[in-house]
């Protein structure tokens, strides 16, 4: 019997036992679908991600101080035209962040906010989204003036609206309780990424002026300087020549640490990838469930059809020929199972992807793996069947009831 011929007798087993060679898939058809779904959902993830933080700034350097020994270590505005003096630097601005409490509308609801205080330059170079009215300007920022720019969850929130210019917000922050009239809305610096973490996980922003906060606290210390240069694939050596102008201007060591937005963004992805291969991992667990059972299966069919085997042997089929069609019969199950799994991981991905507002991404390279993977079981689990088939006696099978 030729290869063709066994594709054939297969084939007419399998639409014999229709029902048992479905749920014979049931076990591949999981296993595969399910590694399709994670491995596309954790692959557009990662897209979207990346492509968040871009948009954010990927050529972006941030300046902080590290175990400072004295006064003299920490940052100060002074040392943004420093940095300004590098030739790969297009801009550089001073921050300070601090954790406080936005008061909302009912009398005892707050969010949690990041309170960063900024100047103008900042937030143009973040990319952030204005969606209404604007930013402070730099006779408010000399006046040191009580105006802020708030993120639109937090408006949502505070007045349950964007549209909130001109109102007023109050912060509670360890210093004291402060408050600033809303002068812009931008959308959230996170993006969509909100939606992906959840808005118990996401807090707020608050953006008021640098020089409004010093004067609040009585110093210039700036908790660090976010500087945008010209090409991030030049940003290791930049951060290099960056940390080296500044220990000379403050003549110490080993007190700066210069990251790179580009740095963050491979290691998300790094991690990202990780933890989608653990998933996937485990959920590929159901593969090998699958592969007993085609393995089981074929057992049945083996003993079901021993008076056949007989008769083929008797007619003169080789051990080979029985061997090989049982396994293409493995093979063509675990096959089809793949296929139908594909089909039903994008889809579940599909869907998954639209409730987290995440567009699947399927490479070549998935399919191409669990397609060997579908043959892979049906050859190692229909090895034994094939091979019990094969040594079956043919006096002794002709006699099997």
């Not at 987290?356 to 998935?366: E, F, L, R, Y």
Request: include cysteine; charged fraction near 20%; charge should be negative.
């Amino acid at each position: 019997m030729n290869l063709m011929e066994s594709f054939k007798t297969a084939l007419r087993s399998i639409a014999t036992n229709k029902m048992r060679s479905i749920l014979t898939m049931l076990g591949i058809i999981i296993g595969i679908g399910s590694v399709i779904m994670i491995t596309a959902i954790g692959a557009g993830s990662q897209d979207k991600l990346t492509g968040q933080f871009e948009d954010i700034g990927a050529n972006m350097l941030s300046i902080s101080v590290v175990d400072p020994d004295s006064n003299s270590d920490y940052l100060t505005v002074r040392d943004v035209e420093t940095v300004k003096k590098h030739p790969e630097v297009t801009s550089a601005s001073a921050y300070n962040t601090m954790f406080g409490e936005v008061r909302l509308r009912l009398p005892n609801e707050k969010s949690d906010a990041y309170i960063q205080a900024v100047n103008t330059e900042l937030l143009t170079i973040n990319n952030f989204k204005l969606l209404q009215g604007r930013y402070f300007v730099s006779i408010e920022e000399e006046a040191q003036s009580y105006v802020g720019v708030i993120d639109n969850r937090l408006a949502q929130k505070a007045f349950g609206r964007e549209d909130c210019i001109g109102e007023k917000i109050t912060v509670d922050l360890y210093q004291g309780t402060y408050e600033f009239t809303v002068i812009g809305v931008i959308d959230h610096p996170l993006g969509a990424m909100v939606n992906m973490l959840g808005e118990d996980m996401i807090w707020s922003y608050v953006f008021i002026p640098l020089n409004t906060v010093q004067s609040m606290f009585g110093h210039d210390y700036v908790d660090g300087i976010s500087v945008s240069t010209l090409d991030r694939n030049n940003n290791e050596i930049v951060a290099a020549e960056i940390t080296d102008m500044l220990e000379r201007s403050h003549m110490n060591e080993d007190k700066y640490k210069v990251e790179s937005a580009l740095a963050n963004i491979e290691s998300l992805n790094d991690m990202m990838a990780l933890f989608t291969t653990f998933i996937s991992f485990v959920a590929g667990i159901s593969l090998l469930v699958g592969g007993v059972g085609v393995m089981n299966i074929m057992l049945v069919t083996v003993t079901e059809r021993t008076r056949e085997i007989g008769i083929r042997k008797s007619l003169g089929a080789k051990k080979k020929d029985i061997r090989i069609q049982f396994l293409i019969e493995a093979l063509i199950i675990t096959f089809m199972g793949g296929f139908l799994g594909t089909i039903l991981g994008y889809l579940g991905a599909k869907g998954v992807g639209s409730l987290i507002s995440v567009t699947p991404s399927m490479s070549v390279g998935i399919i191409v793996l669990t397609t060997i993977i579908s043959a892979t079981i049906g050859i190692v689990f229909g090895v034994y069947p094939a091979n019990k088939a094969a040594k079956l006696d043919p006096i002794e099978a002709l006699r099997y009831e």
